[in-house]
């Protein structure tokens, strides 16, 4: 498994990361079976130990053992010390902070080998495209804590043995995205991995600047926000190479992991996942399997998506996912107190071609802002409709105004929320 001196410094560097892929990989070579009957087994205990060493889920277990209720981001920013495992070393545990992408942050325990589990995690996921240890990744990333000299990507003098290089993401403009291009060019990374937003207006700029991206590249990996195909696209355009998406989130990383054959697997070697009805979506709730200093247990992640039966073309054990169009996304109401989901606003510029960036915003119960960054203005034709098809869903008449802009501002941690209600 070693590819260079540099990987052998990298896991003599990190033994414990390297110690939880070796344990990954072998879990992956699983049947299905052997895995689904060890996701059950983990379950159960991940379950049992919080009803005996958790407060917050000995307070919601001890009755009712058999029924155990979803976990909802209100409780686990009003819960955050009951959460805690009552025997955690408080002197060795860590605070770390969620991106706050719906502009409700919240804060979460972790420690070293949490850190280290991800980081394996994250490395299989990339193992998934062809990446093997040791070659280069260069990541674009908006989480300030992340980018920060000791942060999940920060920039060190371990990067060099990582073969890892990160970029503050949260803002761009055209002479950043031309530096960015020209570091690509020159670094040469095997893969790119960052934000949907970031990399899709990356490759608009390449794309329009007929810049050649460095053959070393194998694919880009998309997370933290909701890929669509046009993106994916215009990434596949631009950098000459397949894009994948990853799914996860900070408190519970490595959800989901889309391999080469177009499959998005679920590790259920680490996670269970259920789709579940909720207000006529199905929304994903997770449980982390591994996770015991703070456990994550039928955890509402305010996303969108399903299962899926059968297998992938890749032999892979684990399931296969879908998602949704609502990762992070805020739920817009109306006067007559329905919610309308974010994946009714995601869809309805579908074929506006002209269209680099959207965002909805509610603000007020009869009128909704629509930001645009466009090539071009919508037709009236294009408007009217919209606002019609928007006042019939909510079922009252509604004002649409848009506005275009250079740049829609993002959130603190770099992303971009697609629709934001009114809170």
Not at 321 to 327: F, I, P, S
Request: glycine share 8%; proline share 4%; hydrophobic share 40%.
């Amino acid at each position: 498994m070693f590819s260079s001196p540099r990987h052998w410094l990298h896991r003599q560097r990190y033994p414990l990361r390297y110690a939880q892929l070796d344990l990954l990989l072998r879990n992956q070579a699983l049947s299905r079976d052997e895995l689904l009957r060890k996701q059950r087994a983990d379950f159960a205990d991940i379950v049992a130990f919080a009803a005996a060493h958790v407060p917050y889920y000995a307070e919601r277990l001890g009755r009712h053992p058999d029924v155990i209720p979803l976990l909802e981001k209100d409780a686990v920013r009003e819960r955050l010390d009951d959460l805690l495992m009552r025997a955690a070393d408080r002197s060795k545990v860590k605070i770390g902070h969620t991106g706050g992408s719906t502009g409700k942050p919240l804060a979460f325990w972790y420690d070293e080998a949490k850190h280290e589990l991800m980081r394996a995690g994250m490395m299989r996921g990339f193992m998934m495209s062809g990446w093997r240890p040791g070659q280069k990744v260069l990541n674009f990333w908006g989480a300030r804590q992340d980018v920060a000299a000791g942060g999940v990507f920060g920039s060190n003098w371990s990067d060099l043995i990582a073969a890892e290089k990160t970029i503050g993401a949260t803002e761009f403009s055209e002479v950043k995205l031309h530096e960015w291009a020209r570091f690509i060019q020159r670094y040469r990374p095997v893969l790119l991995y960052g934000y949907a937003s970031a990399m899709s207006e990356l490759a608009r700029f390449i794309v329009a600047g007929k810049m050649e991206m460095p053959g070393s590249l194998i694919g880009v990996y998309s997370t933290a926000e909701v890929l669509t195909e046009a993106q994916r696209d215009l990434m596949q355009r631009a950098f000459g190479c397949k894009v994948f998406n990853q799914y996860g989130c900070r408190e519970v990383p490595n959800i989901a992991w889309e391999c080469r054959h177009g499959g998005m697997h679920v590790f259920a070697d680490q996670v269970y996942l259920e789709s579940v009805p909720i207000e006529g979506e199905d929304a994903l709730i997770v449980t982390s399997l591994t996770n015991r200093l703070m456990p994550f247990i039928r955890y509402n992640l305010g996303d969108s998506g399903r299962l899926l039966d059968g297998e992938c073309a890749c032999g892979s054990p684990f399931p296969l996912m879908e998602m949704g169009l609502c990762r992070h996304n805020d739920l817009i109401r109306t006067r007559a107190g329905k919610s309308i989901h974010p994946g009714f606003f995601n869809h309805l510029l579908d074929g506006q071609v002209q269209v680099r960036q959207f965002q909805w915003v509610q603000r007020d119960m009869d009128r909704i802002a629509l930001n645009l960054v466009a090539a071009e203005p919508l037709s009236a034709a294009t408007q009217a409709a919209l606002a019609e098809k928007i006042s019939r869903k909510m079922e009252d008449a509604v004002t649409l105004e848009v506005n275009y802009l250079d740049e829609i501002p993002r959130t603190v941690s770099g992303k971009h929320r697609f629709v934001i209600g009114l809170g």
